[in-house]
């Protein structure tokens, strides 16, 4: 009965050092993921803040009158957002 108990007392041990274990793993995991995800993020609002300026600067000679300055501004707000999420 006690030899049974402590089988089991053992097993109990065993199975929660696994857990543990699995745990640290999938903490570093998601750590790890997060971080690479930041990364991407910041590489991808760059890009775009890059080919926004790009645009804005071609539809600066190609589009006139009230409406190039409308697309224009609306670049610009679209712009300072992508600055603001950095």
């Known amino acids: 009965m006690l030899e049974g108990f402590l089988i089991d007392l053992k097993k109990r041990a065993e199975k929660s050092i696994i857990q543990g274990a699995v745990a640290n793993a999938m903490?570093?995991?998601?750590?790890?993921?997060?971080?690479?995800?930041?990364?991407?993020?910041?590489?991808?609002?760059?890009?775009?803040?890059?080919?926004m300026n790009d645009v804005s600067v071609n539809l600066g000679g190609a589009v006139k009158g009230r409406f190039g300055e409308?697309?224009?501004?609306?670049?610009?707000?679209?712009?300072?957002?992508?600055?603001?999420?950095?």
């Open 27 to 51: 903490t570093s995991k998601i750590v790890r993921n997060h971080k690479e995800t930041e990364k991407n993020i910041e590489i991808e609002c760059s890009t775009i803040k890059e080919k």
């Open 70 to 86: 409308n697309v224009r501004k609306s670049i610009k707000i679209q712009s300072e957002k992508i600055n603001e999420l950095q």
